[in-house]
């Protein structure tokens, strides 16, 4: 009997020591789990069936677009994001997944001269921002899922972007893996 209640408090000690040590992390890992979102709306015709609303584009002169309330592209579809120099300043490109493109070239081709409507919260300066970056008009079918617009941010809070949704794109690959 003695016996074995000192093996049961050897388990005990060990499960504790290995949960103590599973709990720990450091500064680096929380600096890697910072994302942020993406939501790409579709323009539509205002509706009596409050399917839309309308939104504010751009901060020092609010255009109102009305748009879908359910986006047909998320975060979950961004397989990489990055901040890329144009003439008189930058871009924001946004490459998609398949599904991702495959929606692309769908609302693409079907919806020419309308405008989407993104709209992203991400961390500016530790604290979380979200609002409407833009809403590029759609001028040509897009069949290669890469959506490159000027955001209505700086250029620092383009690059948290574009980080923080590469963020998800690796947290979205390690989940396709299993």
Request: hydrophobic content about 40%.
């Amino acid at each position: 009997m003695i016996t074995a209640w000192n093996r049961y408090n050897i388990y005990l000690r060990w499960a504790l020591i290995l949960a103590l040590l599973a709990g720990c992390r450091t500064q680096g890992d929380s600096k890697k789990k910072v994302v942020a979102t993406l939501r790409v709306h579709l323009e539509v015709v205002a509706d009596s069936m409050d399917f839309s609303t309308r939104v504010p584009i751009l901060r020092s002169n609010p255009v109102m677009v009305t748009v879908d309330k359910a986006p047909f592209l998320t975060e979950a579809n961004v397989s990489e994001a990055k901040v890329v120099d144009v003439l008189g300043g930058f871009d924001l490109q946004i490459q998609f997944d398949r599904q991702g493109t495959w929606l692309l070239e769908s609302y693409t081709t079907s919806n020419p001269g309308r405008h989407f409507a993104i709209f992203s919260t991400f961390m500016d300066q530790e604290k979380k921002a979200g609002r409407w970056l833009g809403a590029p008009v759609v001028s040509r079918r897009i069949s290669n899922g890469l959506l490159s617009f000027t955001p209505d941010a700086t250029r620092d809070e383009a690059e948290h972007i574009a980080i923080e949704l590469n963020n998800v794109a690796k947290q979205n690959k390690k989940k396709d893996k299993w």
